[in-house]
């Protein structure tokens, strides 16, 4: 069983709120803050799955997290983050970072460069809540090399696709398919930028790239 949802679709967010600065452009896949969609709230453990777009100088005060495994893959430009736990770093383009909030932790994003920043944000439920948190920052990379999300049973495969190429998609209880960027056909369904699909009990599925593309996967353990 698949269900597509479309990039057009998604809640708009970026509205000026409390510790949120003007140049913020926020597109939700699932119901989100006063996004309240009860027929929306998560796919599996995923409970959030946000395309951030900051103009030079914006950026999320410090804020608090708690029982979510937030995990980012930024598009362009350069993410500066900075944690509670004593972790500073700039994320950049074909990185991976992963923030274990645990039992508690708070952080700050911000777009200190001089381009605008596109991010994808995704947060998942772990399977024990409490904990130390933790932190991870993969830099670069590699086609095809997944990384592994034991803390919600869940694996992150990450595509870029020449066009014409196919690639399998994870045979799964459920597959959480984000289209990054590009056009893909994945089982008779032409999927653009933004575009997203909710897979259930994945057997023998491919996706074949119609142009150049970039896609995130989530093999999840359950649903």
């Known amino acids: 069983m698949m269900d597509v949802r479309r990039s057009g679709d998604r809640f708009r967010g970026g509205d000026p709120a409390p510790g949120v600065s003007v140049g913020i452009e926020t597109l939700h896949a699932f119901s989100f803050g006063r996004f309240y969609d009860p027929d929306n709230l998560r796919f599996g453990p995923v409970l959030a799955c946000n395309e951030e777009r900051l103009a030079p100088g914006a ?36 990185d991976v970072q992963h923030l274990s909030s645990a039992g508690g932790v708070r952080h700050v994003e911000r777009n200190d460069g001089e381009n605008p920043l596109t991010f994808v944000q995704m947060w998942l439920s772990p399977l024990s809540p409490g904990g130390e948190p933790s932190y991870t920052h993969v830099a670069g990379i590699a086609d095809s090399t997944p990384y592994a999300l034991p803390e919600a049973r869940a694996m992150l495969h990450v595509r870029r696709q020449a066009e014409g190429e196919r690639t399998a998609v994870p045979d799964a209880a459920g597959v959480y398919v984000h289209v990054v960027r590009g056009e893909v056909r994945l089982d008779g369904e032409e ?9 259930t009990e994945s057997r023998g599925l491919e996706l074949l790239a119609l142009t150049a593309a970039e896609v995130l996967m989530w093999e999840l353990g359950q649903v």
Do not use: N
């Open 191 to 199: 999927l653009a930028a933004g575009d997203s699909a909710r897979i």
């Open 59 to 94: 950026g999320f005060d410090e804020h608090p997290h708690s029982h979510t495994e937030i995990v980012t893959w930024v598009v362009e430009g350069e993410l500066t983050h900075r944690d509670s736990a004593g972790h500073a770093t700039v994320v950049r383009a074909g």
